[in-house]
């Protein structure tokens, strides 16, 4: 291997680390027992070990979701025969360190390879960051690459989303007694880039709501700023004091773009107001980004 394939072998084994491909059957057994369970079926030594042929359309379902963070509802199946979804998995046991799905996680790595090759400078930030999973990319491409005078920041609550405020948002409230598996701790977090060999000084976290940790952060320029806060109040937070420090040729890429309609008001509001015109770039049906000119 030469040495330029060599670091890309290793974003790509990061990256199936990071959804969780790489032991896949696992999960699937993971979910298999589940749906025995919730279905009053015996869990069968030969099943849980033979899922490959016992599961394969959970294991297609499940792999779909490795590409794209959708998620997969376990059946309750009556004895009528009818079935109805029981269990939203993303929510309730999502098994990875990031939710967001290769495609999202490859345009990540678009983003700060063009930014490289093209002399973009300045820092990686992610604002809303979860168990950490993107900002642990961002700093194992830094990591391949040999980059050592960039920083990736990890700004979030570590408490979930806010309760909403704003009428914008009023229709979504995915707050933390919502949705408590939105809410890891800073600790957590740090564990897992510890996992990954990836925890050191080119890896700061703003702790706080994003109202309150961003407009003092000490950031000077930004050639990624990736946006996933899911609120139209979470988006604008972050879009506002941080904007202004993406370099010209930096990428600002919206994770919830598609999915939630507050954080697209938030985007059409913030770019109407500023009068920014880059185009909007689709990486699948939840990110856009667009790159600054
Ligand atoms: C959808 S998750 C992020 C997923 C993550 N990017 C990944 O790779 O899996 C949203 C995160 O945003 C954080 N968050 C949302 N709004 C926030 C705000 N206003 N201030 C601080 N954190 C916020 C939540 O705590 C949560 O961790």
Not at 13 to 21: G, I, W, Y
Not at 35 to 53: A, E, Q, S, T, V
Not at 259 to 266: E, M, N
Request: glycine share 6%; with cysteine.
């Amino acid at each position: 291997m030469n040495n330029t394939a060599l670091p890309r072998q290793y974003i790509e084994l990061l990256k199936k680390s990071l959804v969780n491909e790489l032991y896949i059957e696992n999960e699937a057994r993971i979910l298999h027992s589940f749906r025995c369970m919730l279905n009053g079926l015996p869990l069968n030594y030969w099943n849980f070990f033979n899922i490959k042929k016992v599961e394969d359309h959970l294991l297609k379902a499940l792999q779909d979701t490795k590409l794209t963070g959708a998620s997969v509802a376990l059946l309750h199946f009556a004895p009528d025969g009818s079935s109805r979804p029981a269990i939203e998995l993303r929510n309730f046991t999502e098994l990875s360190h990031s939710m967001i799905g290769k495609r999202r996680l490859e345009n990540i790595q678009f983003c700060i390879e063009t930014a490289l090759r093209d002399g973009i400078k300045g820092d990686l930030i992610e604002t809303g960051i979860w168990r950490g999973g993107a900002c642990i990319f961002m700093r194992g491409i830094l990591m391949a690459y040999g980059v050592t005078d960039r920083v990736v920041w990890a700004a979030d609550s570590f408490e979930g989303v806010p309760v909403p405020t704003l009428k914008e948002d009023a229709d979504l409230d995915i707050s933390r007694n919502v949705l408590p598996v939105l809410a890891v701790s800073i600790d957590e977090v740090k564990e897992l880039f510890v996992r990954y060999g990836l925890l050191d000084d080119q890896v700061k976290f703003l702790k706080g709501w994003f109202k309150d940790t961003l407009h003092s952060a000490p950031i000077e320029q930004l050639a990624v700023l990736r946006l996933d806060g899911d609120l139209y109040e979470s988006t604008m937070d972050a879009l506002i004091p941080l904007y202004g420090k993406v370099a010209k040729g930096g990428f600002v890429i919206v994770d919830d773009y598609g999915s939630c309609p507050p954080c697209k008001l938030a985007i059409e509001d913030f770019r109407s107001k500023h009068g920014i015109t880059d185009e909007l770039q689709l990486v699948d049906a939840h990110c856009v980004y667009w790159r600054k000119t």
